[in-house]
């Protein structure tokens, strides 16, 4: 069994209502050794259609109550601090202070904006083709691993696929695999890694993001450094599905899978 989650989320951050103190307490149920929390950082986050546009941490308030949990859990289970970063292009700077400023356990680096839009609204695939759509989505991504140094992990690598007009129904790694390779290929050179992120399955894609080929894929490139996240905001999904992401780490051609403290990574055998 899998004993860790490296992608959680808690009413820390805006798309969550949950309390720290109950995903703690589902952890330790689980018989997890460790939890990561990735609370959202995203800059600049364009208004939404519901007028909501904040998705940046209280980081003071957030690690309080994590180092209050921490210690008051110690022995059971291992809180770790871990921030998700929004990164787009106009934004190096700002996510380097963010980042030499603070003290993380993890960092993952995430897309959730194109072109200052929100793909996970309409607007994002109007007046394009779904395949043009998620291509562009891909193309900010490779200039995303391009310029940013400060994440040590890449989540959720074919996010987009969640809210496409099809999802996945006519999406495959093979219609992509040119700059999808690009993608895996700097992020191996740069020392990064990528996640399993089971919140695929249950949008019902029927896969992680990403895909199983892609991981395979990374395997094949020379990658070596994957973490698993289930991406819950509620503690009923924490290690969802994490039988199923083993199976698909095994038969990639994995050994270990990776975790991280003080961004240092560590192997764990499967």
């Keep these: 069994?899998?004993?860790?989650?490296?992608?959680?989320?808690?009413?820390?951050?805006?798309?969550?209502?949950?309390?720290?103190?109950?995903?703690?307490?589902?952890?330790?149920s689980l018989g997890l050794l460790a939890m990561c929390f990735t609370e959202h950082e995203d800059i600049d986050f364009p208004a939404s259609e519901k007028g909501t546009s904040n998705f940046e941490v209280d980081l003071s308030l957030y690690y309080s109550e994590l180092?209050?949990?921490?210690?008051?859990?110690?022995?059971?289970?291992?809180?770790?601090?871990?921030?998700?970063?929004?990164?787009?292009?106009?934004?190096t700077d700002q996510?380097?202070?963010?980042?030499?400023?603070?003290k993380f356990d993890f960092i993952l680096g995430s897309s959730h904006v194109?072109?200052?839009?929100?793909?996970?609204?309409?607007?994002?695939?109007?007046?394009?083709?779904?395949?043009?759509?998620?291509?562009?989505?891909?193309?900010?991504?490779?200039?995303?691993?391009?310029?940013?140094?400060?994440?040590?992990?890449?989540?959720?690598?074919?996010?987009?696929?969640?809210?496409?007009?099809n999802k996945n129904l006519y999406y495959s790694y093979e219609k992509y695999a040119d700059i999808l390779d690009e993608i895996l290929k700097v992020i191996i050179q740069k020392g990064k890694g990528i996640e399993i992120n089971t919140g695929g399955l249950r949008y019902g894609l029927g896969h992680p993001n990403p895909t199983e080929t892609i991981i395979k894929r990374y395997k094949e490139l020379g990658g070596e450094i994957i973490t698993l996240g289930s991406d819950a905001h509620t503690p009923?999904?924490?290690?969802?599905?994490?039988?199923?992401?083993?199976?698909?780490?095994k038969k990639s051609g994995f050994q270990y899978y990776t975790i991280f403290e003080?961004?240092?990574?560590?192997?764990?055998?499967?």
Excluded: W
């Excluded at 009923?236 to 992401?245: K, N, P, V």
């Design 1 to 28: 069994m899998i004993k860790y989650d490296f992608h959680l989320h808690t009413e820390h951050s805006s798309d969550s209502d949950t309390p720290m103190l109950a995903m703690v307490k589902k952890g330790i």
């Design 67 to 91: 180092c209050k949990l921490k210690e008051l859990y110690k022995g059971k289970i291992n809180i770790l601090f871990g921030i998700e970063l929004g990164l787009q292009p106009h934004l």
């Design 95 to 102: 996510y380097q202070n963010y980042v030499n400023q603070n």
């Design 114 to 165: 194109v072109d200052r839009i929100d793909p996970y609204y309409p607007a994002y695939f109007q007046g394009r083709s779904e395949d043009a759509s998620y291509l562009r989505y891909f193309e900010s991504e490779l200039e995303s691993v391009r310029l940013f140094d400060t994440y040590d992990v890449y989540g959720h690598l074919d996010y987009i696929v969640r809210y496409g007009p």
């Design 236 to 249: 009923d999904y924490i290690t969802y599905e994490f039988d199923r992401a083993e199976a698909i780490l």
């Design 262 to 270: 003080n961004r240092i990574p560590s192997f764990v055998k499967l």
